[in-house]
């Protein structure tokens, strides 16, 4: 006689579990900050990214730092390897870091994430490498991903907003092709200054912190961190870079619209 088997119900719970097999857990999210979401578009006027923040369409904070820097250095760097050449490590360095990005805010969400490609398969032990050293000292995080916007000024995208050794923090990754000295990045800095002005602004926080960190593919890591007065230079120099570049925006328009009869007049 053939033994019967006994069938058990799973749960919602147990079907819960089975599906989280092999799952990263994530990190402990808090609500402290109920964020707004924006669209990232690029302007079909200008051709330039933008959000779309509440109906109003703001430069991102790449934009503007892409358009007040210097950029005598790109161009030597240019020449010396040639515009083929810098075009195509550009690209490679873009995909792996967006690769990077979604493996690191797979393991801060606890949402599963794999990217079998030649680049990522580079980018999964540079962010396992950020997550063993820079994420240890976060003990829980407030936004993934997050937009933030400066009202009529500026928007962009911060990859981690957090509590960081129990201070409130503005978190960047960054993927680099090698090591980095700390007179090259001040761009970075000015990211994180103007992302944190802009959560300061608009959720009433107290951003105390940015940290930057950083993973070469050869798994170099490194961390950046800008805090106290230093943090506070830096929006000063935000806020001068955002000046010029309404500044240059200004010219851009008087230069390219077409005088009308009134204009004489006055």
């Known amino acids: 006689m053939k033994k019967k088997k006994n069938y058990t119900m799973m749960n919602d719970e147990d079907i819960k579990e089975y599906h989280n097999i092999g799952k990263k857990p994530g990190m402990k999210k808090s609500n402290k900050y109920n964020y707004m979401e924006g669209k990232q578009i690029t302007d079909p006027d200008t051709g330039k990214r933008v959000y779309e923040i509440s109906s109003y369409r703001l430069p991102s904070v790449t934009t503007i730092l892409g358009a007040t820097k210097n950029t005598e250095f790109l161009k030597k760097w240019k020449a010396k390897v040639g515009e083929e050449q810098a075009e195509r490590i550009k690209n490679v360095s873009s995909a792996r870091g967006t690769s990077m990005h979604k493996f690191l805010e797979s393991y801060v969400t606890g949402v599963g994430y794999d990217d079998l490609t030649e680049l990522g398969c580079q980018a999964r032990p540079m962010a396992n490498k950020i997550m063993e050293i820079g994420l240890a000292p976060v003990e829980e995080y407030y ?30 990754f960054k993927q680099a092709n090698r090591p980095k000295k700390e007179e090259w990045i001040e761009d970075y800095y000015l990211q994180i200054a103007m992302y944190a002005m802009a959560h300061d602004y608009v959720y009433g926080s107290s951003i105390q912190q940015g940290v930057i960190m950083v993973c070469t593919p050869d798994l170099y890591y490194q961390e950046f961190k800008v805090e106290g007065p230093e943090l506070r230079r830096f929006k000063h ?19 390219t619209t077409p005088m009308k009869e009134d204009d004489f007049k006055k």
Do not use: F, W
Not at 237 to 255: N, V
């Open 143 to 172: 936004g993934s991903e997050v937009t933030l916007h400066y009202p009529g000024l500026y928007a962009g995208q911060t990859d981690l907003v957090c509590s960081h050794n129990g201070v409130e923090t503005v978190v960047d």
């Open 237 to 255: 120099k935000a806020l001068k870079r955002i000046d010029m570049y309404y500044d240059l925006m200004h010219d851009e328009k008087e230069r």
